[in-house]
Structures are given as structure tokens and as C-alpha cells.
């Protein structure tokens, strides 16, 4: 039976370390981290993601701003704002929450972030010194998940990876930093998706399964060898008459029959999820300590 990785403690024991570390800075007269974050239009999920980035820093006692921009706003008015907080000296880091409404244009924006700013790692400045493995501001989720192998002393060295999907955010990331030479990592990756033929020949051989696809209980008992170590990033919201609320939420995992096969399995809620604020918090708290660009 499978070990769950609880990543709901391990983002709140990080969390902890953090307001330690702010402590000392607030005793010894530092500056106090500053994070801010960009939330444009109402979309609901965006809404609840962004609301807990807020209250975490108020928790652990960072400073933080909250730009709440309209549903209508031109890409030229949003870079308006990110000019604005690029040259804010009392701004550490900062994100712009995604999805952005349909009519902008992602990329421009992710390219007017100041890179020395970007804690969420989107820019295509860091995602290059990722890959070449340079100090840098790693995205979120991948962050987390490299936090929790590492944490739960998981072996990956020369171990077969398969990550399934290919986002910008999740799995293409995932992939390169799995490959690379540094603990946790050294692994054998392959990276599949939509256009994989026989997935199940790639799954069945992997000691690590990283699934990041958004298809509800997609990696299912057939697929996977005993042993295996399967990382679920997937969070699909299925109405349920279980649950008070009239939902649940499922991940990319058929949880039940592939725990009794696995040696570590993250849960969906409580596993990875959690661990992209305690992410953004180690990433906002380097970028006021310079840690990354002198
Ligand atoms: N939307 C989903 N995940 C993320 C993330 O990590 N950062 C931002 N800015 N938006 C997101």
C-alpha cells in the first residue's frame, strides 16, 4: 500500500521556515518581501487561487498588493500596470493570475514582466536558465512537486519518468527539470501527450508517473507497474451528491485501485495543489533576498 505524500503539511511546514525567516528580517530592520498579483476580469477559480496567494502572505508576513483589473482590459492597459510595478522598488516579485480573458494576448504579456520579477517563472528569459539549468525562478507546480520528491526522499536517479501532458506550465517544465543533473532529477524522462501513441507501453514501464493532463481519473490500475511513484496534478470539479457543496474534486488518478500498486502517491485534494503557494512564497521571498539576479 502506498505512502501518501501529504502536501498540505509539507506547504505548510514550508510556510512555517518562511515565517521564521521573516522574523529575523523584520528584527534586523530587512525589507519586509512584497509580492503583488494582477487578477484580470471574474473568473471564479482564478478568483479563489489568487485570494489564497493573499492571505498566505498576510499569514506568514509578507507585504502584498492586489491589482484587480477589468474583464475588458487591453493588453496595452494591463502593461500599463506591469510597467508600473516593474519599476515599484518596493515591489519584490509579481504575478498575473492566468487565464487571461480570450481577447489578450498571454505571451506579450508574460515577455513585459521584468524577469527579475517573475516569481512565477512564466518568462521566457527563466524558462531558458531553467533549461540550462541557471538560478532561477521555477514555475509553481513543477517547484512543488520537486519540493515534495525531495522532501519525502524519493529516488530518482536513473529512474524512468514518464510525465503526461505538455503545458507550459506544468508538464513541459516537469519534464526538463527531471531530466537534469540535480537531486531530485537524473531521470530517464519521457514526455507524453494527446498525440502519444500506445501510452500504456510508456506508463507500464516507469518507476515515476507525473500526471498533469486535467482528465478526470485518466491514469487508471492497468496502467501502471507495482511500486511506481505517481504524482497527480490534475483537479477536475465533478457534481456530486456526497458533498454538502454538490461537488468534488477529482484528479488525473483513478486514486483507489492505483494507491494498492504504488510506493508514494499524492492525493487529490491535499497533494500537489497545496504546494504551489508554499512555491510562490520561496520564490517571492529569494527575489527580496536577490538570490537569483544579484
Ligand atoms: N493559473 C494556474 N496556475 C497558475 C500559476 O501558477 N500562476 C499564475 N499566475 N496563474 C496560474
Known amino acids: 500500500m502506498a505512502q501518501i505524500i501529504d ?36 473568473d471564479g477559480a482564478s478568483e479563489t487561487y489568487v485570494g489564497a496567494k493573499v492571505k498566505a502572505c498576510e499569514k506568514i508576513g509578507f507585504k502584498s498588493t492586489l491589482v484587480r483589473l477589468s474583464e475588458t482590459t487591453t493588453d496595452q492597459e494591463l502593461i500599463y500596470f506591469i510597467e508600473g510595478l516593474n519599476a515599484d522598488a518596493d515591489i519584490d516579485g509579481y504575478i498575473v493570475q492566468l487565464p487571461l480573458p480570450k481577447h489578450m494576448d498571454e505571451q506579450k504579456i508574460m515577455e513585459a514582466i521584468a524577469p527579475q520579477k517573475d516569481v512565477d ?6 524558462i531558458g536558465r531553467m533549461a540550462l539549468n541557471l538560478p532561477t525562478y521555477l514555475p509553481a507546480t513543477p517547484y512543488g512537486i520537486m519540493q515534495l520528491l525531495e522532501r519525502y526522499k524519493i529516488e530518482t536517479v536513473g529512474k524512468n519518468c514518464v510525465v503526461i501532458g505538455r503545458s507550459h506550465i506544468v508538464g513541459s517544465p516537469m519534464s526538463i527539470l527531471m531530466a537534469r543533473n540535480t ?10 501527450h494527446s498525440r502519444t501513441a500506445n501510452l500504456k507501453e510508456f506508463t507500464l514501464k516507469a518507476d515515476i508517473i507525473i500526471v498533469a493532463l486535467g482528465k478526470a481519473e485518466f491514469l487508471t490500475a492497468d496502467m501502471v507497474k507495482d511500486g511506481v511513484v505517481v504524482i497527480d496534478v490534475g483537479i477536475t470539479r465533478v457534481a456530486s451528491s456526497e458533498t454538502k457543496s454538490g461537488f468534488k474534486l477529482l484528479g488525473d488518478v483513478k486514486y483507489d485501485e492505483v494507491a494498492e500498486k504504488s510506493s508514494f502517491i499524492t492525493p487529490v485534494p491535499g497533494g500537489v495543489g497545496p504546494m504551489t503557494i508554499a512555491s510562490l512564497l520561496m520564490n517571492t521571498l529569494k527575489a527580496s533576498k536577490k538570490e537569483i539576479y544579484k
Open 183 to 192: 537531486n531530485p532529477g537524473n531521470c530517464t524522462v519521457t514526455m507524453c
Open 121 to 126: 517563472g512564466f518568462h521566457p528569459q527563466n
Open 7 to 42: 502536501g498540505k503539511l509539507i506547504s505548510l511546514q514550508i510556510q512555517e521556515e518562511i515565517a521564521a525567516e521573516v522574523k529575523t528580517i523584520k528584527a534586523n530592520n530587512g525589507k519586509i518581501p512584497h509580492l503583488a498579483a494582477i487578477l484580470v476580469g471574474n
